[in-house]
T-cell receptor, first 111, second 116 residues
């Protein structure tokens, strides 16, 4: 039981490039989330999903897109990366009435 | 939307002493308040949580108190140990009762250092 996993662990992008971050969970959780963590700002919700095929905006959704084609996977896309998107990205999952379990994080640097 | 403020941003205590971290929230409809611990380079991990129908909850050396009237909640760590050194985040949510209402709003974190 791996819990919540994220790939890649670390990535460097140039401004304007695109990439997709993958989150996978093997706990059969209905809900999944993407957060970004910046120094002094805590964790901020980017997008979340309450079930396969559904997504919703969080606190800071601009510049990101997501997809939940399979229950166990939640993808976060950056279509045109900007330096302001340099951050650590955490995925999490939960049951509807359960606690959120976080993945190990992806460190992204946009030059 | 919800706004969560957390204080202090840094806290140093002698090993064996107690540590207290405080959070205030703005949305009176919030009813779920978890605390997360994040060690350097690691993922946040839930350490304790409290719901609005409870005033205090304790788990060994960790306790959380909630004052719904004043809209603040606090984390108390007693008999601190070196392994308690980490960043602690509070959070608040309206969720736990309504479908699709699971969004957590986090505080900005407290870096706790235990001095041996």
């Amino acid at each position: 039981n791996a819990g919540v996993t994220q790939t890649p662990k670390f990535r460097v992008l140039k401004t304007g490039q695109s990439m997709t971050l993958l989150c996978a969970q093997d706990m059969n959780h209905e809900y999944m989330y993407w957060y970004r963590q910046d120094p002094g700002m805590g964790l901020r919700l980017i997008h979340y999903s309450v079930g396969e095929g559904t997504t919703a905006k969080g606190e800071v959704p601009d510049g990101y897109n997501v997809s939940r084609l399979k229950k166990q996977n939640f993808l976060l896309g950056l279509e045109s990366a900007a330096p302001s998107q340099t951050s650590v990205y955490f995925c999490a999952s939960s049951r509807p009435l359960g606690d959120q379990y976080f993945g190990p994080g992806t460190r992204l640097l946009v030059l | 939307g919800e706004n969560v403020e957390q204080h202090p941003s840094t806290l140093s205590v002698q090993e064996g002493d107690s540590a207290v971290i405080k959070c205030t929230y703005s949305d009176s409809a919030s009813n779920y308040f978890p605390w997360y611990k994040q060690e350097l380079g690691k993922r946040p991990q839930l350490i304790i949580d409290i719901r609005s129908n409870v005033g205090e909850k304790k788990d060994q050396r960790i306790a959380v108190t909630l004052n719904k009237t004043a809209k603040h909640f606090s984390l108390h760590i007693t008999e601190t140990q070196p392994e308690d050194s980490a960043v602690y985040f509070c959070a608040a949510s309206r969720g736990r009762a309504n479908f699709g209402n699971e969004k957590l709003t986090f505080g900005t974190g407290t870096r706790l250092t235990i001095i041996p």
